[in-house]
């Protein structure tokens, strides 16, 4: 009975000496092994493969220099920061075709080890998630919410606004507080987060400006974001969608409107080339001469751009080249 009682005095003894740091460092042991295949909040799967971006965007992205260079700048230095000063926001402009979904979708897979199947990648569809500008006070509630509870979850969050034209006005407002230059707001920290808003907007401005900067004799490639983002942002605000009259525009919390280039004909072989390889086609000159005839050009007299940019050639591939095979 003596030596129990010594051997229990000794095990509580020895229990209540275990260091709260070696608790801690367990517990942490725990979290890394847990994270290394469920993904969690943490630059594993968070910061997947950021040294990877620009190639990636350069290699399947056609025509948008300017796009290419901001975006894996901003994105870059936006992660490489402990404690930015606010959330990354950008407004993606552009005609259809022109790659503003594409490029989201090659951030997602650059910055998530997911991509858009992450937890953390959240993408709303005005057409289908903010149908009826009747119920923009319970959209707001809703959005608010949404926000607030993923950001909770992971700071790094990626959120993607599509058709922000077709988006009841005043709507992101409610986004504002968390965009702006704020450590927190009631008790949320959004400095890491990433916001991108798609629109097809504007299209006929920058094609006019892209067309001009040719007559004029300029190349295409020195066309860079000042050219565009002061008239993108006052057509933004003066014009009906998501951004007219809205406090983020007003408070300047739109880190940059980005263009998206009208696409030119060699664009438009790349982008039938590339899709002939994804399906283990040959390419040949000649199939992307008959890629781009089923497609419509403009300006009228000069057909240089295509009117709905990459957007058909997957069924232009399917209509020319997969009669009686798979492809």
Same mark, same amino acid.
């Given at each position: 009975?003596?030596? &129990?009682q #010594?051997?229990e005095?000794s095990?509580v003894?020895?229990?209540s000496?275990?260091?709260i740091?070696?608790?801690? @460092? *367990?517990?942490?042991?725990?979290?890394k092994a847990w994270?290394?295949?469920?993904?969690?909040?943490?630059a594993?799967?968070?910061s997947?493969?950021?040294?990877g971006l620009?190639?990636a965007?350069e290699?399947?992205?056609?025509?948008?220099h300017?796009v290419?260079?901001?975006?894996v700048r901003?994105?870059r230095?936006?992660?490489k920061?402990?404690?930015?000063?606010?959330a990354?926001?950008l407004s993606l402009?552009?005609?259809?075709g022109?790659?503003?979904?594409f490029?989201?979708?090659?951030l997602?897979?650059?910055v998530f080890?997911r991509?858009e199947?992450?937890k953390?990648?959240h993408?709303?569809?005005?057409?289908?998630?903010?149908p009826h500008?009747e119920d923009v006070t319970?959209y707001?509630r809703?959005l608010?919410?949404?926000? &607030?509870? #993923?950001?909770?979850?992971c700071?790094h969050?990626?959120?993607?606004f599509?058709?922000?034209d077709?988006?009841? @006005? *005043?709507?992101v407002?409610?986004?504002?507080?968390?965009?702006?230059h704020?450590?927190e707001?009631?008790?949320?920290?959004?400095r890491?987060a990433?916001f991108?808003?798609?629109?097809?907007?504007?299209s006929?401005?920058?094609?006019k400006k892209?067309?001009?900067?040719?007559q004029?004799?300029?190349?295409?490639?020195d066309?860079a974001?000042?050219?565009?983002?002061s008239?993108l942002?006052?057509?933004s605000f003066n014009?009906?969608?998501g951004?007219w009259?809205?406090?983020?525009i007003?408070?300047?919390?739109i880190?940059?409107?980005?263009?998206f280039?009208?696409?030119?004909?060699?664009?438009?072989?790349?982008?039938?080339?590339?899709?002939?390889k994804?399906?283990?086609i040959?390419?040949?000159?000649n199939?992307l001469?008959?890629?781009a005839?089923e497609?419509?050009?403009f300006p009228e007299g000069?057909?240089?751009?295509?009117?709905?940019g990459?957007?058909?050639?997957?069924k232009?591939?399917?209509?020319?080249?997969?009669h009686?095979?798979?492809?």
């Amino acid at each position: 009975t003596h030596q &129990r009682q #010594n051997w229990e005095r000794s095990t509580v003894r020895s229990v209540s000496d275990i260091p709260i740091n070696g608790v801690i @460092a *367990g517990a942490s042991l725990i979290k890394k092994a847990w994270c290394y295949n469920q993904e969690c909040c943490s630059a594993r799967w968070t910061s997947h493969d950021l040294s990877g971006l620009q190639a990636a965007l350069e290699r399947r992205v056609f025509g948008q220099h300017i796009v290419v260079n901001s975006i894996v700048r901003l994105i870059r230095a936006h992660r490489k920061k402990e404690m930015p000063g606010k959330a990354l926001v950008l407004s993606l402009h552009g005609g259809v075709g022109t790659g503003k979904n594409f490029v989201s979708r090659v951030l997602s897979e650059h910055v998530f080890r997911r991509g858009e199947k992450s937890k953390f990648f959240h993408a709303f569809y005005s057409t289908h998630h903010f149908p009826h500008s009747e119920d923009v006070t319970l959209y707001k509630r809703q959005l608010r919410g949404w926000i &607030r509870g #993923n950001v909770s979850l992971c700071s790094h969050s990626m959120f993607v606004f599509d058709e922000m034209d077709k988006m009841p @006005a *005043g709507l992101v407002d409610v986004l504002t507080p968390f965009v702006d230059h704020h450590p927190e707001v009631d008790g949320v920290d959004y400095r890491q987060a990433i916001f991108l808003f798609i629109s097809n907007d504007f299209s006929t401005e920058i094609n006019k400006k892209t067309f001009e900067t040719r007559q004029a004799g300029r190349q295409r490639l020195d066309l860079a974001v000042r050219d565009f983002d002061s008239f993108l942002q006052r057509g933004s605000f003066n014009t009906e969608g998501g951004l007219w009259r809205s406090s983020m525009i007003k408070k300047n919390v739109i880190d940059f409107h980005l263009p998206f280039l009208p696409l030119e004909r060699s664009h438009i072989k790349q982008c039938a080339s590339a899709e002939l390889k994804r399906r283990n086609i040959t390419v040949t000159d000649n199939k992307l001469v008959q890629v781009a005839a089923e497609l419509q050009f403009f300006p009228e007299g000069h057909e240089i751009y295509s009117k709905h940019g990459c957007k058909r050639i997957e069924k232009a591939i399917d209509l020319l080249f997969c009669h009686d095979t798979a492809c």
